[in-house]
């Protein structure tokens, strides 16, 4: 059975901290790896990755998958309060077609 | 703006009623969407597949005979809770691949539809 966790559950950290979320999987078949951010409603695309070792950036976020470790990281640099959301870690399976998600890191930024 | 949407955004209903939650994909055809649930502080749990012109395909655990789904054309799909009881109330969320290869990426996700049974 195909599976991701996410690490850790919950973070809270001050305003300007960087923070570092983990995501592992275990999947057949594997296609590529998503990450979302979720905040009152609908999740919001960040980021597929499909290519060990590379950085996928956008602005202060950034990603990188590890296919040999079976894992992938989302780094958030000078974080902000508008950070706070939770992040949702998925990944996809080229013979089921269908998204595998994990259960989420809730991050809380304090100013 | 949005590509897919949802409605209605939020249903109170009694138990024992059923619910209909519609699903749409707004500039292009999906003749697949994913229906998913979400319980508080929780991820986001597939619960089938919803496949224009034929049965959905659900997860294991998730009745489909409590969750209908019927996907009517290649823009619409709609989740029906049948005698929905107070366990029910969650959020549902639809989404739709808009491509037909790398289906992450271009996933839409509607606004999802907060569903509360008392």
């Known amino acids: 059975e195909d599976k991701v966790v996410q690490s850790p559950l919950s973070l809270v950290v001050h305003e300007g901290d960087t923070v570092t979320l983990n995501c592992s999987y275990e999947?057949?078949?594997?296609?590529?790896l998503l990450w979302y951010k979720q905040e009152k409603k609908a999740p919001t695309f960040l980021f597929m990755l499909?290519?060990?070792?590379i950085e996928k950036k956008s602005g202060r976020l950034s990603s990188i998958l590890d296919k040999k470790e079976l894992s992938s990281i989302l780094n958030i640099t000078a974080t902000q309060t508008g950070d706070s959301a939770i992040y949702l870690c998925a990944v996809e399976n080229v013979g089921a077609q269908k998204l595998v998600f994990g259960q989420g890191t809730r991050l809380t930024i304090n100013p | 703006g949005a590509v897919v949407s949802q409605h209605p955004s939020r249903v109170i209903c009694k138990s024992g009623t059923s619910v209909k939650i519609e699903c749409r994909s707004l500039d292009f055809q999906a003749t697949t969407m994913f229906w998913y649930r979400q319980f508080p502080k929780q991820s986001l749990m597939l619960m089938a597949t919803s496949n224009e012109g034929s049965k959905a395909t659900y997860e294991q655990g998730v009745e489909k005979d409590k969750f209908l789904i019927n996907h009517a054309s290649l823009t619409l799909s709609t989740l029906t809770v049948t005698s929905a009881h107070p366990e029910d109330s969650s959020f549902y969320i639809c989404?739709?691949?808009?491509?037909?290869?790398?289906?992450?990426?271009?996933?839409?996700f509607g606004p999802g539809t907060r569903l509360l049974v008392l």
């Open positions: 999947v057949t078949n594997f296609r590529s």
């Open positions: 989404s739709a691949p808009r491509g037909p290869y790398s289906w992450g990426e271009t996933q839409y």
């Open positions: 499909t290519s060990s070792g």
